[in-house]
């Protein structure tokens, strides 16, 4: 591997500082008029070979791209960014190079030409040989009124995220909250007063794009995140919080902060934002094309020998919310989805598979006082509702002996270690495996919720809030971690906001 110097994002130094000659009126009017990077720069779904970066300019631009690895340097002109696009750009990037350590500057270019401000970042790029991999997955940014507070050093769980130096780093779901305000200031229970950082975006329930949009460039305009973020390749997932709290499709709203209660048209919307502002593979931004085409949500990131990611979108394909306890199969991903998911980890040469649920197996996430928002019912007998589309996904890993499957998630606001095994289950059609939930990482804490004994969970270990909606200067805001090495031996960790790991576990790999 080629190892470059590490770089975290800059702001134009040497651009800068030939402005330094320059006084008065004429130095003023060309520094205002370079574009700049209001939200940095990142990088996602970095496979072996690819990566999509993403940018935004101040203005209209052409986004401009400087790659290289040791001695080997390409710059790639890539797609304007517009109105249309909130100036945003993405482009992707192909023909990498195998476990190479890649650096990357990004600038636009206005329509005469002239350069603005350039930030810097990197990447690692997935080895096609076995070797360490390391992860870091949490959900839950800047919900429940708690925003950036920048006396406590803003969204400080990113900064401990970005110490471990991780390979890349999953957003499992509710990358944003568009349905919470953030307020300047909050009275905690103990009476110590929380400031947030406040744009106008930010202040009621989103409905317009972009109200929507400025929910993303609000997260974006915390240091930490922008610094991971320039260094930290991305997975992002969808979850409600994107839109509306336990929304599914059809739905009409009764929540009378809302003029437009049409859940679709809200959706589509967040959509909309959302993939503009992901580093995600986008159909219209790769094509160079107009207009707005959606991304599949759902995907596969291959990273090497060792690993393959499958990113589960739980929002799209959703039925309504119900009690769950229907004598037949109810959806959460969709039978396209389920054929998909079964195919495609059958199908993963890798040792591990890791599942990234928006939304976790075996715990009750209620919605309202008799419907559910996620899988359990609250029965802890056979399948019904929604579990028989997740038992046909258990079922058929074991039908098919899929062996070192590891699923991840987030969405209920505290940290834990499931186990779920037959031997504990009314459904007993699968192997054994572990469920780790991690976040919040700038959220209101919660928990510990209700487990449904379908599939046979047991709490391994658990750490949630010492009372509901503590903020985040409680320090129960968290993430997991994961370090495979080279035999293939997956540690798997909870840690606090503060980088401390609170509970980790040793998997060795099954054989087939």
């Known amino acids: 591997m080629t190892s470059l110097h590490r770089r975290t994002l800059l702001t134009g130094a040497a651009a800068g500082a030939g402005l330094l000659a320059l006084r008065g009126p004429a130095a003023a009017a ?3 008029s370079r574009l700049s990077l209001p939200s940095g720069l990142q990088t996602g779904d970095v496979s072996a070979r690819s990566a999509v970066l993403w940018s935004r300019s101040s203005g209209p631009g ?8 040791g001695a080997a340097k390409r710059e790639i002109t890539g797609p304007w960014a517009t109105e249309e696009s909130d100036h945003t750009a993405k482009l992707l990037l192909q023909g990498l190079a195998p476990g190479r350590e890649y650096d990357v500057r990004v600038e636009f270019e206005d329509e005469d030409g002239r350069r603005g401000e350039a930030g ?16 870091v997955w949490t959900g839950d940014t800047c919900g429940q009124g708690w925003g950036i507070n920048e ?3 803003g969204l400080v769980g990113y900064r401990a995220m970005h110490a471990t130096d991780p390979d890349f780093f999953v957003h499992a779901g509710d990358t944003i909250y568009a349905d919470g305000p953030i307020q300047e200031e909050v009275t905690e229970p103990d009476g110590q007063v929380w400031r947030n950082l406040v744009i106008p975006e930010v202040t009621k329930v989103a409905e317009s794009l972009a109200e929507f949009r ?4 609000y997260n974006l305009m915390d240091a930490n995140v922008r610094a991971m973020y320039a260094e930290v390749p991305v997975i992002g997932q969808w979850d409600d919080h994107e839109t509306t709290n336990n929304w599914y499709p059809g739905e009409v709203l009764e929540d ?19 993939q503009e502002y992901m580093p995600i593979a986008d159909p219209r931004a790769m094509s160079r094309g107009s207009g707005f085409e959606p991304a599949r949500i759902y995907r596969k990131i291959e990273r090497g020998p060792q690993l393959d990611v499958f990113a589960l979108d739980m929002r799209t394909h959703k039925g309504p919310n119900t009690d769950g306890r229907e004598d037949h199969r109810t959806s959460i991903l969709g039978q396209e989805q389920v054929d998909w998911l079964v195919r495609e980890v059958t199908r993963s040469d890798a040792t591990w598979k890791v599942i990234s649920a928006d939304m976790p197996l075996g715990l009750v996430v209620p919605d309202g006082p008799v419907n559910q928002e996620s899988v359990s019912n609250r029965d802890p007998g056979e399948p019904l509702g929604r579990e028989l589309e997740i038992a046909s996904v258990l079922a058929a890993f074991r039908r098919n002996r899929v062996k070192n499957v590891l699923w991840i998630t987030a969405d209920v606001h505290y940290c834990a270690a499931h186990h779920y095994d037959p031997s504990r289950a009314a459904f007993t059609d699968f192997d054994p495996f572990w469920e780790i939930v991690a976040g919040p990482i700038a959220a209101g804490t919660f928990g510990p919720n209700q487990l449904d004994m379908t599939f046979g969970p047991r709490v391994e270990f658990s750490k949630a809030a010492d009372y509901p909606n503590q903020s985040p200067r409680g320090g129960n805001q968290f ?13 798997v960790s909870l840690r606090d906001q503060s980088g401390a790991v609170l509970w980790h576990k040793e998997l060795a790999p099954e054989r087939r």
Do not use: C, K, N, Q
């Open 479 to 491: 993430f997991g971690h994961v370090a495979i090495d080279e035999d293939g031996v997956l540690e």
């Open 151 to 153: 006396e406590i050093g």
């Open 256 to 274: 009378s902060r809302y003029t437009e209660r049409r859940v679709d048209v809200l959706a589509a919307r967040a959509r909309r934002a959302w």
């Open 120 to 135: 810097t970042g990197r990447f690692r790029t997935a080895s096609v040989r076995p070797g360490r991999t390391t992860f």
């Open 30 to 32: 060309l520094v205002s």
């Open 214 to 217: 400025g929910r993303h460039r």
């Open 62 to 69: 052409r986004l401009v791209a400087t790659i290289s690895s």
